[in-house]
Structure formats: structure tokens, C-alpha cells
DNA sequence: GTCTATACGACGATAGAC
DNA sequence: GTCTATCGTCGTATAGAC
């Protein structure tokens, strides 16, 4: 790599912020693989084709680094899914919103795989210390699953029989789990999303007037 | 392997069996919460009640202790799926079978969920030469309901519109992720079994005739 | 079987050259 | 901005007492 550094005169990211970028993503990888302790340092840098000690100065330390890994996962999907819903007309059904949601964290998942991979099996494996800040990020993403699943439920749009909470655990645990699934079998995306759409909606069977 | 396999005679576990059962209960439950790297052999042994040493009396080295977790998690669904199928009468159908295979499968992780969702994500985080001996029991695995799912799209019992990989992928993940769940959520077991089910197969949507 | 004490290696972090 | 060199810490594993 001995790309001259472009004087960003006129506008666009500084090389630093390009590297920071590149960081990141190596980070996010090796994170979303090894998990949260067994991620050195030596291996983020090799991905991002520098030294581990140049890490350094452009993080503070691990902990910042993987800080920020973090939080773009949560907020990956809490925008987007966010973006969706309002980009739905005022009138829209709850089925609708639902379905819109779907695709959406369904969407942000295949772009953002491993950020997204990562940030969701990091949760767990965090020293209790860090925990809390991020469980709040994901809870105020939950709020919103939960408030379009009670409302739907409410209004007769989507069974009421099953428990609010666990049901958006159901579903969320199923649309999560394809940032793991083997890149063979995602195949193709926009299929990919209507079936995730599709499942959860209505089920394997066929549907059927005396269920 | 790790100790020596006494010469099983008639009478009950020898108190190094039972230690060595404490030790890996220990094991599955720290590996869970803490990953692959982040398990450290001191951890295991406070929650076991001993000290970090003496683990090597059990086991050959922290490897051989990680290997006999993954093992047991690995089966437990495998063996508790198959036995219930095979339990079924002969003639059941194809939709009996999905339920059977659905219900034991999360029969399973909520009664060794330590064991399960430690071996569910330590398949990522392990050192790339330890993995394929781990991802040749889940792939049998993954055939038993590759094999469920395609005989019932081939009898129309579901619906065949949808992907067979993808949809084998998105149930046990649906299934997989209470795993992870906030014991809070988890709730009464035999309604969140019911309830996962009713999801899988019918969806969030009440069936109406003109769908 | 379990303990304490210790060697040994690996990784995070810092300093200073370029 | 990135490098090399180095220090300190921590975890695995071993040795030997009890």
C-alpha cells in the first residue's frame, strides 16, 4: 500500500478517518469470529495491514477500540429499522409495519454482518463492567420491536395468544441468527428477506380455512 | 483424553466422575457467558469449589476440558430429537414430526442451556484446527432436519416456496436463540415450547382463507 | 485428590526512531 | 502515521508437599 496521503482539501474523509474506518472493520471481523477476549490486538492489525502498536494511535487502548465496534452494531440496525417505519405512509396497518421491520434489521444484517455478529454475541461475553451501556442501546432497540408487536396484537392484526416478550425474542432470535449462517446458504439477499418476511408472518403451513 | 476410564463394574459414579461432571458443569457455564478465550481455567475452578490446579487431575490440559463440553452440547439435541421422533407412531405425519422435532429441540436448550449455548457459539470461536471435528456432528445433525423439512415440502404438508437450507437455518436459530434468552423472559417452559411451535408453523399472522 | 509455588509464554501497552 | 523494541501482567501448565 503506498498510496500517496491526499490532502483533503476540498472535502471528503481524512486519510486518518479512512484508516480508522479500515480498523474498525478488521476489528468487527476478528470480533464477530473469536469472540471478545480471544480478539489480539496482533490479529485486528494484520487484517488492517498495519502493525499492532500503530493501533495505538488511532485508539486509545482494546477497550476503545472495541467501544466502537459496539456501538455501530447496536445502531446499525436501530437506524435503519427506524428510517423504514417512518418512511411508511401514516395509514399503514400493523402487518405492514411489521413486515417493514423485518426487512429492515433483516437489511442491516446482511450489510453489516459481522459489526452486527459481533455486537450481538459480544453482549454476553463482555466483563460485567462494560455490560450495562450497551444493554441499554439494545433495550431502547427492543422498545420499539415490542411497542409494534403489542399494538399489532391490540388491534387484532397478529395473534394475541403469544407472550409480547417472548415472541419478539422469537423473532429477532431467528432474523439475527443469519449473521452466522454460512455465506453459502444466504444466497441471494432480496430472496432471503421476503422468506424471513414470510416465515415469520405466517409459518411453514399452508394456510387453511379450519386451521 | 482426560482421566483414566475406570473398569465399570456395578456399582454407582466413582467420586472422580462425579467431580469430573461438577468441573464440566462449571466449564459449560463460564464458556457460555465468557467465550472461547475469555474462559479462564481459574473461573472454572472457583465455581467448581477448587482450585485452578487441580483441574489437571481431571483433565489433561484446558483443550481436553473445552472438548468435553462441546461434545455433550453438541449431542444432547441430537439425541433428544431422535429419540422422540422415533418415538412417534409410524404413520405420523410430516407436520407431527416438524412439531416433535421442534418441541424436543427446545426441550433440550432449556434444560441444558449452559451446555447448548456454549457449544452453539463456541463453533465460531474455536481455533480453526479444532472446528471440523465439531462441525461434522452438527452438519448430521442439520441432515436429520434437512430430511424432515424436504419430505414434507414433497408431500405439500408445508409450504415449498421457500428455500429448504434457509428454512432449516431460520428455525434453529428461532429455536436456538432462547439459548440466550434473559432468564426473566424464559418464563413457563412448556408454554414458551407451545408457543415456539405455533410460531414455526402458523406465523404471527391469524390465518384468514384469502391470505 | 487437592493444595501452593513457580516457570514460562503470550498479549496489551508504551517509548522512541523514522 | 507507522514502525521496532521492550516492559509488565496475566494465564496455562508443571512440580512437589500434604
Redesign the interface.
Known amino acids: 500500500m503506498g498510496a500517496k496521503a491526499r490532502p483533503s482539501s476540498a472535502q471528503g474523509p481524512s486519510k486518518s478517518a479512512i484508516t480508522r474506518e479500515r480498523i474498525i472493520t478488521a476489528a468487527a471481523q476478528v470480533l464477530?469470529?473469536?469472540?471478545?477476549?480471544?480478539?489480539k490486538l496482533s490479529d485486528i492489525a494484520e487484517r488492517a495491514e498495519m502493525k499492532a502498536g500503530s493501533l495505538y494511535y488511532h485508539f486509545e487502548d482494546r477497550e476503545d477500540l472495541v467501544d466502537h465496534v459496539l456501538k455501530r452494531g447496536v445502531d446499525e440496525s436501530f437506524r435503519r429499522v427506524k428510517t423504514a417505519l417512518k418512511a411508511l405512509p401514516k395509514d399503514a396497518g400493523h402487518?405492514r409495519k411489521?413486515e417493514t421491520a423485518i426487512d429492515a434489521h433483516v437489511h442491516s444484517i446482511l450489510q453489516f454482518g459481522d459489526v452486527t455478529s459481533a455486537s450481538l454475541?459480544l453482549l454476553?461475553?463482555l466483563p460485567p463492567e462494560l455490560q450495562p451501556r450497551y444493554r441499554r442501546e439494545q433495550q431502547r432497540y427492543g422498545a420499539v420491536w415490542h411497542k409494534l408487536i403489542v399494538a399489532?396484537q391490540n388491534d387484532?392484526?397478529?395473534?394475541d395468544?403469544?407472550?409480547p416478550?417472548?415472541?419478539r425474542?422469537?423473532?429477532?432470535?431467528?432474523?439475527?441468527?443469519?449473521a452466522?449462517?454460512p455465506r453459502t446458504?444466504v444466497?441471494d439477499r432480496d430472496?432471503?428477506r421476503k422468506?424471513?418476511v414470510?416465515?415469520?408472518?405466517?409459518?411453514?403451513?399452508?394456510?387453511?380455512?379450519g386451521?
Chains 1, 2 share one sequence.
Open positions: 464477530a469470529e473469536r469472540g471478545y477476549a480471544g480478539t402487518v411489521l454475541q454476553r461475553q399489532a387484532g392484526a397478529i395473534r395468544d403469544l407472550d416478550v417472548r415472541l425474542l422469537f423473532i429477532l432470535g431467528q432474523l439475527n441468527w443469519v452466522d449462517w446458504a444466497g430472496e432471503l422468506e424471513a414470510a416465515l415469520v408472518l405466517h409459518g411453514v403451513v399452508p394456510s387453511r380455512e386451521r
